[in-house]
């Protein structure tokens, strides 16, 4: 069964940090671009993360230098460094797969897996 399963959301304080996860079952990481996106309540999914299957990656404005991807490979897993957390960056995260993305693209419907997501919430 081909899935994708994030973990590590939580609720944190602003200013903290939480390591997202995002394991894959039943194909090889390494052959796929890995998105991250966001859905904040009463608003659109939107992109905010990408590691290509070239190791290229992208972030959006609104998390450059609070944000870092990585992935490893032998763990078929990419990670999500979110750091200095801020109210906004609430939402639900989700990770995609891309096959065979070698230049980082934040559109959807180029993604084929998805994952169910995982809560991110930021409050004091």
């Known amino acids: 069964q081909l899935q994708l399963v994030e973990s590590g959301g939580g609720l944190v304080q602003p200013g903290g940090s939480l390591r997202l996860s995002c394991k894959a079952s039943?194909?090889?990481?390494?052959?796929?671009?890995i998105g991250w996106f966001r859905q904040a309540p009463g608003k659109e999914r939107e992109g905010v993360s990408c590691s290509s299957s070239a190791d290229n990656t992208y972030y959006s404005d609104s998390v450059k230098g609070r944000f870092t991807i990585s992935r490893d490979n032998a763990k078929n897993t990419v990670y999500l460094q979110i750091d200095n957390l801020k109210p906004e960056d609430t939402g639900v995260y989700y990770c995609?797969?891309?096959?065979?993305?070698?230049?980082?693209?934040?559109?959807?419907?180029?993604?084929?897996?998805w994952g169910q997501g995982t809560q991110v919430t930021v409050s004091s």
């Open positions: 995609a797969a891309s096959y065979f993305q070698v230049m980082c693209d934040m559109y959807m419907p180029g993604y084929d897996y």
């Open positions: 039943g194909f090889t990481l390494a052959n796929y671009g």
